[in-house]
């Protein structure tokens, strides 16, 4: 079946560090590849999305560029602040599945001042 | 875009007892989803909550233990049946306003259940 693989947190880092979290997938189609965010006592939100091969998406900083090569949607940037610090998950959805998300297991990032 | 408001916001209750949980929408949207957060987890798939027919439920979930309704295009619920503390979890309503590749997806707050 579908599946999302991210690395595994917590990841801590200083401020103005640079970030990387690696997430690959399974699919049997081709699916829109997305970043969400969970603040600290916030709902999930939209932080970026892909919807097909090279495509890049970026906000707030944050880029990460659809592999089909690699099937990867590794999420990057470059100068992290304290308030990026978050529970970032890799999701896919397949639009022939009726869009339903299939998110990876979570990475918290912590960034200290 | 969406806004979404769930209900309740959290609750704790006595395990063997029934929590119904509100998805309201500010706009019709085609597809409603329940999804489930366990304690430092990630987010798993509940089931597909159809306009007008039963919902459609992921392996592992069933309809006696997570009955769900959707009488319309803006409103769902989504019940917890006799629960056991296994079941504390948060529970999440998430909307696509419509089909196709480039959608996203809006989620609710959330419904934090803790049982006891």
């Known amino acids: 079946g579908d599946s999302v693989t991210q690395m595994e947190g917590p990841v801590t880092l200083s401020e103005e560090a640079f970030l990387t979290i690696n997430c690959t997938y399974t699919?049997?189609?081709?699916?829109?590849l997305f970043w969400y965010v969970q603040y600290p006592g916030e709902g999930l939100q939209l932080l970026l999305k892909a919807t097909k091969a090279d495509d890049k998406g970026s906000n707030k900083g944050f880029e990460a560029t659809y592999r089909k090569e690699t099937t990867s949607f590794h999420l990057e940037k470059g100068s992290v602040q304290v308030s990026d610090s978050a529970v970032y998950f890799c999701?896919?959805?397949?639009?022939?599945?009726?869009?339903?998300?299939?998110f990876g297991g979570g990475t918290r990032v912590l960034v200290k001042p | 875009s969406a806004v979404i408001s769930q209900k309740p916001s959290r609750d704790i209750c006595q395990r063997g007892t029934s929590l119904t949980i509100q998805c309201q929408v500010d706009?019709?949207?085609?597809?409603m989803f329940w999804y489930r957060q366990q304690p430092g987890q990630s987010l798993t798939l509940i089931a597909t909550?159809?306009?007008?027919?039963?919902?459609?439920?992921e392996s592992g979930f069933v309809i006696d233990k997570f009955p769900i309704s959707r009488p319309n295009l803006t409103f769902s619920t989504l019940t917890v049946s006799n629960m056991s503390p296994e079941d504390s979890s948060i529970y999440l309503c998430?909307?696509?306003?419509?089909?196709?590749?480039?959608?996203?997806?809006?989620f609710g707050q959330g419904t934090r259940l803790t049982v006891v």
């Open positions: 699919a049997t189609g081709y699916p829109s």
């Open positions: 998430s909307v696509v306003p419509s089909r196709g590749m480039n959608t996203e997806a809006f």
């Open positions: 909550a159809n306009q007008g027919s039963e919902a459609t439920y």
């Open positions: 706009s019709q949207v085609t597809m």
């Open positions: 999701a896919l959805s397949l639009g022939a599945a009726g869009n339903k998300l299939t």
